[in-house]
């Protein structure tokens, strides 16, 4: 069925470091997949989005990769700030009309100072 | 340019009753889909308008229902309410297909 898994559910990393969070999708049609931060009592914001035609997308400190063979994409965020504290989702469009999307259950990253 | 406009923020209802959720989409934004939040679950898809048609839906019960006019604007209805109803719905609107969600700050809703 259509499913997103998302790993890690919480993780925590040194101020300066990188992070890392993984995605896979089931459904082969997907060609849209969006990264989404939320921080506490706020709404979801995208912070990063990529088109299955594209393998790899860059913004400052964040890049998304793709790999569409396999079914996965990850969000990579590099000398990490305590304001990259929040949750993390990722998501994937459904069907080839791609007005369905659908979200990872979040990763929350702590950024330790 | 004013973002997506969800009312009420919050609402605390009982079991049994039902209950009606708005959501304004920028200006220009034909596309209006639903997604309900509960800390367990996180994003669950409810379903997606476009020119007032629902093109897709999630897997709900059919208590949730919604629509959208003319000008965009959707609404959703939740009847006959379930305790596990309480969790925080949002809104979010695009241009249409595979272009960004731009979220409201979403109804919180507690069934007692």
């Known amino acids: 069925g259509e499913n997103v898994e998302q790993h890690p559910s919480t993780l925590s990393v040194q101020e300066g470091d990188s992070a890392v969070i993984k995605c896979t999708y089931s459904?082969?049609?997907?060609?849209?997949f969006p990264w989404y931060k939320q921080e506490l009592g706020k709404r979801p914001q995208l912070i990063i989005d990529?088109?299955?035609?594209?393998g790899e997308k860059k913004d400052q400190r964040i890049a998304v990769t793709l790999n569409k063979t396999a079914k996965h994409f990850s969000l990579h965020i590099t000398e990490t700030q305590p304001e990259d504290s929040a949750v993390y989702f990722c998501?994937?469009?459904?069907?080839?009309?791609?007005?369905?999307?659908?979200f990872g259950s979040g990763t929350r990253l702590s950024i330790r100072p | 340019k004013a973002g997506v406009t969800q009312t009420p923020r919050y609402l605390i209802k009982t079991r049994g009753q039902q209950v009606t959720l708005s959501c304004s989409p920028i200006?220009?934004?034909?596309?209006v889909s639903w997604y309900q939040q509960t800390p367990g679950q996180g994003l669950q898809f409810l379903f997606e308008?476009?020119?007032?048609?629902?093109?897709n839906k999630g897997n709900f019960p059919g208590r949730f229902s919604g629509r959208q006019f003319s000008n965009s604007r959707s609404e959703m209805n939740v009847s006959t309410l379930e305790l596990g109803d309480s969790a925080l719905y949002l809104c979010?609107?695009?241009?249409?297909?595979?272009?960004?969600?731009?979220f409201g700050n979403g109804t919180r809703l507690t069934v007692t």
């Open positions: 979010a609107s695009s241009r249409g297909e595979n272009s960004p969600l731009h």
């Open positions: 459904d082969s049609a997907s060609n849209y």
């Open positions: 990529i088109r299955s035609n594209v």
């Open positions: 998501a994937a469009s459904i069907g080839s009309s791609a007005s369905k999307i659908i």
């Open positions: 200006s220009g934004h034909r596309s």
């Open positions: 308008y476009f020119s007032e048609t629902q093109r």
